[in-house]
């Protein structure tokens, strides 16, 4: 599923962490596999009872960033800040550039969120295919 992922074979991608689930339930990374590769192919209502359990299962700053942009998809904008939040402060004092600009597009939605605008425009979502 995650091979798959980047190339837009979601899918494919989705099958496949079904399959993963099926073999071990217990797999928290294959939850949140599942919900992001639904996210991107357009089906954030489906996706958040996947995310919602692999945050039971373990709960971590990618997962959270993960529901936040489904909850956010689904206009739950106060909800979404939290999760985004969660993700901002695990990553804001990297050293890596990259992981460094995605923490300012994450800091850029909360405002968004707080403002009560959807910074998920179908140019986001497609930047979201590619990092």
């Known amino acids: 599923g995650r091979a798959l992922t980047p190339l837009e ?5 989705i099958a496949n962490f079904d399959k993963a689930i099926e073999l071990n ?6 939850y949140t596999g ?4 639904l996210l991107l192919d357009g089906r954030p209502i489906p996706a958040l009872p996947y995310i919602e359990q692999a945050l039971e299962l373990e709960p971590n700053p990618i997962s959270h ?9 689904t206009g ?4 979404a800040v939290a999760d985004l939040q969660v993700f ?6 990297s050293n890596d550039t990259q992981t460094l600009a995605i ?3 994450r800091r850029d939605w909360i405002a968004a969120l ?7 425009t179908p140019e986001v979502l497609e930047s979201l295919r590619h990092e």
């Not at 960033?65 to 998809?73: E, N, P």
């Not at 739950?76 to 909800?79: G, L, S």
């Open 9 to 13: 074979q979601y899918t494919e991608a």
């Open 25 to 30: 339930p217990a797999d928290a990374q294959a």
């Open 34 to 37: 599942l919900a992001w590769n």
């Open 65 to 73: 960033h993960t529901r936040g942009i489904l909850l956010a998809l």
């Open 76 to 79: 739950h904008f106060d909800e």
């Open 88 to 93: 901002v402060d695990a990553y804001e004092d």
């Open 103 to 105: 923490v300012e597009k």
């Open 114 to 120: 707080k403002a009560g605008h959807d910074p998920f």
